[in-house]
């Protein structure tokens, strides 16, 4: 098994925006193994592709601090999500969406859907107004708080 350049880095943004703290992958010789703890001590003795994967990291944190990847940040309320698990803005596979830009939207209406542990919890607007931005993809995993809509309040 061998990564490029571009799939380990990917593998690091994926890192950076997930809740997992650690990323281990070991095929024969090649191992990789990725940390968002601050004090790392080698498991094992670290085989030639390890080295290249950790200045990219160190790199990318370094990038995060000094440059903020996230767009500025939106006028208007945000519906986040209550719990962690996967956000679905459809009701159904092959039903439109919940809501789309534009859409007007009233308190208590259904908004998403997060599966957790195989449970459906329905999503439900606390304000009104116009939907100005949705801020995740259909069959996503999110995390506590994460934002899911913006709301242009009316």
């Not at 996967?86 to 039903?95: F, G, N």
């Not at 209406?109 to 116009?130: C, D, F, N, P, W």
């Amino acid at each position: 098994m061998s990564l490029t350049i571009e799939e380990i880095r990917s593998l690091i943004a994926d890192l950076e925006n997930s809740s997992l703290r650690e990323f281990q992958v070991s095929d024969g010789d090649f191992n990789l193994h990725l940390s968002k703890n601050e004090n790392v001590a080698p498991v094992s003795p670290v085989a030639a592709p390890a080295p290249v994967a950790a200045p990219p990291v160190a790199a990318v944190a370094e990038q995060a601090a000094t440059q903020p990847v996230a767009a500025p940040e939106q006028a208007g309320t945000k519906i986040v999500a209550p719990m962690v698990g996967t956000v679905y803005l459809q009701p159904k596979p092959d039903a439109p969406m919940f809501k789309k830009v534009g859409d007007k939207v009233a308190v208590g209406e259904t908004v998403a859907i997060i599966e957790a542990m195989k449970l459906m919890t329905e999503i439900h607007s606390e304000v009104s107004g116009t939907i100005s931005d949705i801020l995740v993809e259909n069959e996503e995993v999110v995390d506590y708080n994460k934002p899911l809509y913006v709301v242009t309040e009316d």
